[in-house]
């Protein structure tokens, strides 16, 4: 049983560790800078009650991720969508983006965001967090195969939303 002092330095060293990383991966996953900074501050609150529950400090990292994650698709099961008229909706035509939107950055996190999640989290997982395929293995709940394969899937579906929204150069140096 530890103290309330040590259970508080030991939270403590789990957000200075930690916030960076998870505001950054709540940041693509949302897209929305006031959501991230809620989602982070969701999960901190839910991994301080149940910080016991954490026995090895190794894998504190994939054990907030997953908190986050949970937390981020509650969002949803919230989220009542504003209903609107469909007779007063103007649909603008943005076939083509202004010069300034167009950059391949932007382009590329909006078809990263624009995948099935199967095929998003464990490219964001390694992509942004630089986990290997065993530890997106154990946050996802799959094998280290299917992990390989969805990576290797995922980037073929991205270089082709890429091609498709007019990316040029080549898309393979990007991977």
Known sequence: MTTDTERTRRF???AEAYSADLYRYAMWISGNDALAKDLVQETFLRAWRALDSLKD???AKSWLITILRREF???FERKVPPFTDFEKVVIVD??????DESTERDLLRQGILKLD????DP???QAIFG????EISEQLGITKSAVMTQLFRAREKLKVQLQKDGV???VHELF
């Open 12 to 14: 403590n060293e789990l």
């Open 57 to 59: 400090v190794a894998a």
């Open 73 to 75: 698709a509650r969002t």
């Open 94 to 99: 943005n076939d083509e983006l202004e010069p």
């Open 117 to 120: 999640p199967k095929y998003r």
């Open 123 to 125: 490219l964001l997982l």
């Open 131 to 134: 986990h290997s395929c065993a």
């Open 168 to 170: 040029t150069g080549n």
